[in-house]
């Protein structure tokens, strides 16, 4: 397993890391992490901050792929 950004409970198997590794622009390889990291059905039901209607991204997740 990888740790994602330094974040201990962010955690990805080698080969699920190696194709968004592999993506020539920053942005591709974040929406192949959130792809990765998340089921389709977060994906549906939320945001990355939250709103009204729609539950918040798990902000750890979130922070580990933007690297902070």
Do not use: C, W
């Amino acid at each position: 397993m990888h740790t994602l950004g330094g974040y201990g409970n962010v955690r990805i198997s080698k080969t699920d890391f190696n194709y968004p590794k592999a993506a020539h622009k920053p942005t591709a390889m974040a929406l192949l992490l959130v792809d990765t990291l998340f089921t389709r059905e977060v994906l549906l039901r939320s945001t990355v901050h939250g709103t009204k209607d729609y539950a918040p991204l798990d902000q750890d997740i979130i922070a580990a792929i933007k690297g902070n």
